[in-house]
């Protein structure tokens, strides 16, 4: 048996440009004096590799800038027993829409089993979890407040609008024909992101994100592994920030209507408050399929 605490390993902090950072981070150190910072490394593998290099534990633990982070994951005994190489994630409620899943989680890697790995710039890849093992983690660790400006919240929807739409961890070749064939779990997730947050300050704009990330990359406007590149987002926001936020997501409604079959519901404050208080989170444990 292998057991590990959270807290008994390297817990590190990672931010780049989140306008919340400085906040969340002040709740990490009252909560983990022993915690450490790194902020405005480029790359989410170059981010994470700096952790592991620079931790003295054969495993760490990441907290990623926009968490408002909770004691529960942390105190959480984990067991890597016959699965070493594992990241545990647990779940993270999102501020827009109340999915709660591993997005933007508390995750606790292995150091060698991360540094072996070649991840988003040093690939195709646009998440870890398609190249090392995920055991999930049915364990609420933290709120990811991605909502604390327009762009955050248009590019958290952005990256999700690809990413919620892959195929066996590649984009759909033939959205029309293969959208039935997605995991149920990301397709609702898909789903939610696109129609649910007219109820919190941004949360429009990550739906018009996730409508645009999913009608930009079927449309062959964009590779999906521009999600990778925050300078691309910044040049995209110049343009994105001017539209109509209404008007646009009517647009790509019927964008997403005409050229693909997929019928996005307008909800609205009280229905979007509605469905958080009533849709049912699906347990998540277990090493991710």
Known sequence: MTVHRPLELDIFY????EPNSDENWERVQSLVPTAKRTHGIKGFEAAHKACADASATDRFVTIDGDNWISMDALETVLDDSGMEDVVFSFKSRNAINGLEYG????????KSALLASNTHESSDSTDFCWTLRYYQVDVLGSIGVNNASPFQAWRAGYREGVKMSYLDGRPM?????????LY????????IWMSVGRDVPNGA??????????????SGSIENTVI???????TRWKKVSYLNLEATLQQYNRLLRDDFNLHVPELDQLTSQWFKQTYI?????GLMI
Not at 184 to 191: E, F, Y
């Open 228 to 234: 990778n590149d925050y300078d691309w987002f910044a």
């Open 14 to 17: 990672i931010s780049y440009d």
């Open 205 to 218: 704009w990550a739906m018009l994100g996730a409508r645009q990330g999913f009608h930009d990359l079927y």
């Open 184 to 191: 149920q779990g990301n397709r609702s997730k898909l789903n």
């Open 281 to 285: 989170h699906p347990p998540r444990h």
């Open 173 to 181: 070749s033939d959205p029309l024909r293969e959208i039935a064939d």
């Open 103 to 110: 997005n933007g989680g508390i995750k606790c890697w292995s």
